[in-house]
């Protein structure tokens, strides 16, 4: 069961946003059950989701970055050549590897007896429209993300609501009002990330983003067993941290 709740609706009251800071219609939810603890056992997912079935990893830094790229790879070549060299403090040779916002669970049914989503999923405040790429008959879509330590999501925001659980391992986020967007440098509307800054969070280039050292922000560690609640277009980047 879910240790906390993080409810952040930035800098508004939920009457101002016009919702109910849970009772949203959301894109990535796992309510987990208890067993779900069998998740942190990396071997119960190899036989959960099947040593040769070929999942996406991306390869490189960040998917701003010039070196990045997708690579499809068995689903356990990815746990020994990525996952457990990591966990283990073993030095990574290789870029590094992370599967990130995948419907992992529509190639692993046995997962799926381990969570259910909560009645509050299925609400529909009309706030969005279904996300690109949605099935007509499976309004809230769940996803999952697994990489070693130091994995980076780049500052972005989304066009829906989200709740982010916390499976196993630790993960720090920093969110930036829409307010702030201006102060965020995001790339070009034409841009294909047109929702995502072009600031590095980590090592910002003050001489190239000056307004960024001006941005508010808030920031948490979601814990094993948290579930974090980002609203729309709110901007947010995440770092792995163990």
């Known amino acids: ?34 067993n779900s603890r069998r ?28 070196d990045w790229t997708m690579k499809l790879m068995p689903f356990g070549e990815f746990l020994d050549n990525v996952i457990y060299p990591s966990a283990n403090n073993q030095s990574d040779q290789g870029a590094t590897g992370y599967l990130a916002q995948h419907d992992l669970l529509n190639q692993a049914f046995r997962l799926k007896r381990d969570y259910w989503l909560p009645d509050y999923t299925q609400v ?6 279904n996300p690109e790429g949605s099935r007509a008959d499976d309004d809230v879509q769940v996803n999952i993300w697994l990489g070693p330590r130091n994995t980076v999501s780049p500052l972005h ?40 800054s072009q600031v590095d969070v980590d090592s910002p280039d003050n001489s190239q983003f000056p307004l ?31």
């Open 157 to 196: 925001y989304d066009s829906y609501d989200n709740l982010f659980a916390q499976v196993f391992g630790f993960k720090y986020f920093r969110l930036f009002n829409p307010d702030e967007s201006a102060r965020l440098y995001p790339y070009e509307d034409d841009s294909q990330l047109a929702n995502t």
């Open 39 to 66: 998740w942190s056992n990396l071997e119960y997912l190899r036989q959960s989701v099947g040593h040769h079935r070929l999942v996406p990893v991306e390869l490189g830094s960040s998917y701003t970055q010039g």
């Open 212 to 242: 960024f050292a001006q941005a508010k922000y808030l920031e948490c560690v979601v814990n094993p067993g948290d579930l974090l609640y980002v609203p729309v277009s709110t901007c947010n980047g995440l770092k792995e941290t163990n």
């Open 124 to 129: 529909e405040t009309c706030r969005r429209l």
């Open 1 to 34: 069961m879910f240790t906390q709740l993080y409810s952040i609706v930035m800098g508004r009251s939920a009457e101002e946003n016009d919702m109910d800071p849970v009772g949203v219609h959301m894109l990535a939810v796992l309510a987990l059950v208890e």
